[in-house]
C-alpha cells in the first residue's frame, strides 16, 4: 500500500451525533480555512462533500457507531492534514484511539 493511500481515508469514533458531525463540518471547510477554502458541493443525511482549490474534493461520511455515538470518515487526496485538523476536533468516544487510517486495501492487481 502506498503512503498516500493510506493518507486519503481517515476515521474518528466521536460521541457527537451525526448531524452535529456534518454541521461541525460545514462550518470547518467553509469557514475556518482561508488558505484553503471550499464550498459545499452535495451533501445528504449521512456525507457532505467540499469543492476547494483545483476542484479538488473533500468528502465526510458518518455512521452510527455499534458501540454508541457517530463514526466519522473523512476521504481527500490532497486536503489529507485540513481533514486531520478537523476531525481533532470533535470529541472522542471514550476508548477511541483518535484519527486513524482504516485497515489497509488492497492496491490495485494485489
Known sequence: MSMQSART???LHT??????????AHE???????LYATFIDREGPAFATFRGQGGEEI??????APAGGTL?????Y???MQVARFL???PP????TGVAAPAALPEAGE
Do not use: H
Open 28 to 34: 470547518f471547510f467553509t469557514r475556518r480555512n482561508n
Open 93 to 96: 468516544a471514550p476508548g477511541s
Open 9 to 11: 481515508i481517515q476515521e
Open 15 to 24: 460521541t457527537l451525533p451525526p448531524d452535529e458531525v456534518l454541521a461541525r
Open 72 to 76: 466519522v470518515t473523512g476521504s481527500t
Open 78 to 80: 490532497l486536503f489529507d
Open 88 to 90: 481533532v476536533t470533535l
Open 59 to 64: 468528502a465526510i461520511g458518518v455512521a452510527p
